[in-house]
């Protein structure tokens, strides 16, 4: 995650130079990138929410689910999340939010009614998890640069001398195609973070296993269905959002696969059983 994050870094140095260098101007790049990020750092919750077309459910509502919360948030030492029930049709689970203490967990409907208590609970965990290494943050200002990359491009190849329009043309594919692949790698990694911590969390590496695979076998159900308004937020749930065309392979997957996050806790598991010495 170190190398990636380096590498991201080393790509929107560049791309704000490039900027510089077209003739866009530092001021006026400069706050043009601050008001974008301080737009999307504001609207990412709402937004993230209303794809998974979530809405907070009560204690009374849901009691069971509400009592894990607040035991994982005890033994976790974290702030309790809100807790919202989204009607997406996929199963699946994400936390959005800023602030440790403004944080919201979302579990759409057919993951609740799916899932057994300790695979809930092992779910509830993981998103617990991207709570503690403050992981929606990191993904949604990663994600900025490629919005910014967009915007520019429609920017300069619009106005401007001709010579502009080509710089711009350059700096957006060459930052939006390296964001692509290094923002989904990223990605991926905090997906086995955050599986290594809900498993230490709960004790139980083989309930979180098992919650992945009942998720997965359920999401085949929906490949071939139009999720695209699931794709923006496809990088902050549990599952991946599934496409309607395979492509790409494993450099434009959000998420590692399901089998080689199982392969990591069956491996935990045995770490955790092994006899103290």
């Known amino acids: 995650m170190i190398l990636t994050v380096g590498a991201l870094a080393l790509v929107y140095a560049a791309f704000l130079a490039a900027l510089i260098f077209a003739g866009i101007g530092a001021l006026l790049t400069l706050a043009l990138c601050a008001a974008l990020l301080v737009l999307q750092l504001r609207s990412a919750r709402r937004l993230a929410l209303r794809a998974m077309r979530a809405r907070e459910v009560e204690r009374e509502a849901d ?31 994400m936390v959005v939010g800023l602030r440790r203490t403004g944080m ?4 759409t409907r057919v993951a609740r009614e799916l899932l057994e208590p300790a695979e809930l609970e092992a779910v509830v965990a993981h998103e617990l998890g991207h709570v ?4 929606a943050v990191v993904m949604t200002v990663a994600a900025f640069w490629g919005m910014l990359a967009g915007l ?18 350059g700096i957006t594919v060459l930052a939006s195609a390296l964001s692509f692949v290094l923002l989904r790698a990223l990605a991926r990694q905090r997906e086995f973070a955050a599986d ?18 009942k998720l997965d076998g359920r999401l085949a159900s929906a ?25 790409w392979g494993w450099i434009a ?10 392969a990591a806790l069956e491996r935990l598991e045995a770490q955790l059983q092994r006899p103290a010495r």
């Open 63 to 93: 009691p069971e689910l509400h009592a894990i919360v607040d035991r994982l948030c005890l033994l976790a030492d974290l702030p309790r999340p809100r807790i919202a029930i989204g009607e997406a049709p996929v199963p699946n689970a």
């Open 104 to 107: 919201t967990l979302c579990i």
């Open 132 to 135: 503690a290494h403050r992981d």
């Open 152 to 169: 520019v491009w429609r920017i300069g190849f619009r106005v401007g001398h001709p010579l502009m329009r080509l710089v711009a043309l």
């Open 196 to 213: 290594r911590a809900a498993a230490v969390l709960t004790g139980r590496p083989s309930a979180l296993a098992s919650a992945l695979l």
């Open 223 to 247: 490949r071939g269905r139009d999720l695209r308004g699931l794709r923006p937020v496809g990088a902050l749930c549990l599952m991946p959002v599934p496409a309607l065309r395979r492509g």
């Open 253 to 262: 997957a959000t998420h590692p696969s399901t089998a080689s996050r199982v």
